[in-house]
């Protein structure tokens, strides 16, 4: 029914810049909160950054003051920027909109299937 599909990620060195995007298509009537995550190789799956609709941010301790979240409602797309990048953000980024209302008037939660993001010189 609801499809996230993220795109962007890639090879890139030590304080690089990366975009990622993640479009959600499907028969989808609103997407409140929006969410990045990742997983790193051994590592248990963290959330990165979320937003809500009406564009309320959080971040990670870790990604602060680095990564910025954002979102077209219109598109139902949401971006992360990622600038001052390091090796230890390497990881699987995951798109995750945990209730997103379609046109049955039902709630389903959807991950995307990851873009990978290696950090390296």
């Known amino acids: 029914q609801v499809q996230l599909v993220e795109s962007g990620g890639g090879l890139v060195q030590p304080g690089g810049s990366l975009r990622l995007s993640c479009r959600a298509s499907?028969?989808?009537?609103?997407?409140?909160?929006m969410n990045w995550y990742r997983q790193a190789p051994g590592k248990e799956r963290e959330l990165v950054a979320g937003?809500?609709?009406?564009?309320?941010?959080n971040y990670a301790d870790s990604v602060k003051g680095r990564f910025t979240i954002s979102r077209d409602n219109a598109q139902n797309t949401v971006y992360l920027q990622m600038n001052s990048l390091k090796p230890e953000d390497t990881a699987v980024y995951y798109c995750?909109?945990?209730?997103?209302?379609?046109?049955?008037?039902?709630?389903?939660?959807?991950w995307g299937r990851g873009t990978p993001v290696t950090v390296s010189s």
């Open positions: 995750n909109a945990p209730r997103v209302v379609v046109t049955s008037r039902a709630t389903v939660a959807v």
């Open positions: 499907g028969s989808i009537l609103s997407i409140n909160a």
């Open positions: 937003i809500l609709s009406q564009g309320s941010t």
